[in-house]
């Protein structure tokens, strides 16, 4: 069965945008880019939030007529145009590039979308992210650390669930320019005994 990732840049205080909405913060270098269109090249779609799908097709559909665009970003704009791509609003009224417009989140869905053949699903947006987590919709998190803090700005995970959701590394990169990179998948429930506190002796 496909996964669903949550793919974000964040600082290293949590946030994934400053006030106002700034990314300007954001370290993507060649190989920080290089990597992502290596990741996103073999999934089988992404998930995005009207915001997101919005800000992505708004340049990256005729990225690679720019004359200033690099191989790598030249790259990328094919990769996004062809892959398939889910966009979750209630509002929007047509979508290009491949896209379907989906209204609601809902796990029946979600979960029929991730049964078909194909790779995995990326997620994108903190809004739609928060959705997919309230329905325990996330199965794994690559999360690249920018090195910086900003001191504001808007969360990646939402602060209004006490649930305790376990998680396990399966990756850490670290990139020249200091970004890392940290891959964590869920743990099943019935993989959770071997993780301290979790066994019934410790409940």
């Known amino acids: 069965?496909?996964?669903?990732?949550?793919?974000?840049?964040?600082?290293?205080?949590?946030?994934?945008?400053?006030?106002?909405?700034?990314?300007?913060?954001?370290?993507?270098?060649?190989?920080?880019?290089r990597h992502a269109n290596d990741t996103v090249a073999r999934m089988g779609g992404l998930l995005h939030g009207r915001v997101m799908y919005e800000l992505m097709a708004g340049y990256w559909p005729t990225a690679d007529s720019d004359p200033e665009a690099g191989p790598i970003m030249t790259e990328f704009a094919g990769i996004w145009r062809d892959i398939p791509k889910v966009v979750y609003s209630r509002t929007l009224r047509h979508a290009d590039w491949n896209t379907t417009i989906a209204r609601e989140v809902v796990p029946e869905e979600v979960r029929a979308l991730k049964e078909q053949p194909g790779g995995d699903l990326g997620l994108g947006g903190a809004d739609l992210?928060?959705?997919?987590?309230?329905?325990?919709?996330?199965?794994?998190?690559?999360?690249?650390?920018?090195?910086?803090?900003?001191?504001?700005?808007?969360?990646?995970?939402?602060?209004?669930?006490?649930?305790?959701?376990?998680?396990?590394?399966?990756?850490s990169r670290t990139f020249g320019n200091g970004v890392v990179l940290l891959r964590h998948e869920r743990l099943q429930p019935e993989a959770r005994s071997d993780v301290p506190g979790t066994s019934e002796a410790g409940r």
Request: aromatic share 8%; charged share 25%; no cysteine.
């Open 1 to 33: 069965m496909r996964k669903i990732v949550l793919m974000m840049s964040i600082s290293l205080d949590g946030y994934i945008e400053g006030p106002g909405q700034d990314i300007s913060w954001h370290r993507v270098d060649d190989e920080v880019h």
């Open 129 to 171: 992210a928060a959705a997919f987590l309230r329905h325990d919709l996330v199965d794994e998190f690559h999360v690249y650390v920018h090195p910086v803090l900003l001191g504001d700005g808007k969360p990646l995970f939402p602060r209004t669930d006490p649930r305790t959701t376990s998680l396990r590394l399966t990756e």
